[in-house]
């Protein structure tokens, strides 16, 4: 079963997406007993700069058109997307990894770096109002995607945006550990404070 990292801090502009790119891309290349690792990157961020990042444009796009970003793992139908009356059926099925990630590197033997993209449109649910009944559907949603997940690969990186929502709460809940980068700022360094009070409610 993999081990889910998810790389956050409260403060914008400290390197995280920086730091999901080179680390899972650097422990995706390297051996273990001389094995390649199954690393899998999930951009959790509407702001999707991981995927712009390691995606080529083409392949993004395309991939956003056929709704194959994380956004079909919280959200049965884009259609549903009302940021002031948010309703999710009560489905908790989602769609596969395997029908969701960009390969990286296909070239890569036996481990594999692969990468599910965002989209802008996530935005919708971060600024949505949800009942408690649709909030607790995308966390099961979440929940049973990850599980899924951690089935298939070796590492899991989560890329989240810098601040408290939905998000925050369904990654942190299914994580193993969280890495918390800090710039050398007042401003950054309060992000660790805000991060423990998160990370202590979640569980």
């Keep these: 079963m993999a081990k889910v990292i998810t790389v956050m801090n409260m403060k914008g502009g400290v390197g995280k997406t ?26 959790y961020d509407p702001q999707f700069n991981l995927s712009q990042t390691l995606i080529p444009p083409k392949i993004y796009f395309s991939h956003a058109e056929e709704k194959k970003t994380i956004l079909s793992v919280l959200m ?61 559907r995308i966390d099961r949603r979440f929940e049973n995607f990850i599980l899924d997940c951690r089935s298939k690969y070796d590492l899991i990186f989560i890329d989240c945006h810098p601040a408290g929502s939905i998000f925050t709460r369904t990654a942190l809940r299914n994580s193993d550990h969280v890495l918390i980068p800090v710039g050398p700022s007042k401003f950054a360094s309060r992000g660790v404070g805000l991060m423990k009070q998160f990370i202590d409610s979640a569980h």
């Design 76 to 136: 049965p139908s884009d259609t549903l997307l009302d940021p002031f009356n948010l309703k999710i059926p009560d489905i908790e099925a989602t769609p596969s990894v395997d029908s969701l990630v960009v390969n990286i590197i296909p070239t890569l033997k036996n481990g594999c770096l692969h990468v599910i993209p965002s989209t802008l449109d996530l935005m919708y649910l971060a600024l949505g109002e949800t009942d408690t009944a649709t909030s607790t």
């Design 18 to 43: 920086t730091i999901t790119a080179n680390l899972g891309g650097l422990l995706g290349l390297s051996k273990i007993n001389g094995k390649n690792r199954r690393v899998l990157l999930i951009d």
